[in-house]
């Protein structure tokens, strides 16, 4: 079993920061990549930013210049760290990795439970 634990949402007014953190546990053999994904009310979960073990990123365009991913591989956690924070950015978000728990398995994904980040003034 894999579990991803998550911590950091709240509520911030527009402008605020707010850093999240993912710490991934349990049977793991190797992690591919570990990102953050978003839902809003009625929209569909989406990408937000990821970063592979090898130190490869990726933002959607929304984000990029205000939020900030970074990972530390041998504690198998990720960070957010969300700056100029608007109201539109309020979901609920959602750790992710893509691992392996054997060297002869394929790739799984696996999910935090989410943590809500409500921006409002």
């Known amino acids: 079993q894999v579990h991803l634990v998550e911590s950091g949402g709240g509520s911030v007014q527009p402008g605020g920061s707010l850093r999240l953190s993912c710490a991934a546990s349990?049977?793991?053999?190797?992690?591919?990549?570990m990102g953050w994904y978003r839902q809003a009310p009625g929209k569909q979960r989406e990408l937000i930013a990821s970063?592979?073990?090898?130190?490869?990123?990726n933002y959607t365009d929304s984000v990029k210049g205000r939020f900030t991913i970074s990972r530390d591989n041998a504690e198998k956690t990720v960070h957010l760290q969300m700056n100029s924070l608007k109201p539109e950015d309020t979901a609920v978000y959602y750790c992710?990795?893509?691992?392996?728990?054997?060297?002869?398995?394929?790739?799984?994904?696996?999910w935090g439970q989410g943590t809500q980040v409500t921006v409002s003034s």
């Open positions: 992710h990795t893509e691992l392996i728990q054997s060297p002869v398995d394929r790739s799984s994904d696996y």
């Open positions: 970063r592979t073990t090898s130190g490869r990123t």
């Open positions: 349990g049977n793991i053999f190797m992690i591919y990549s």
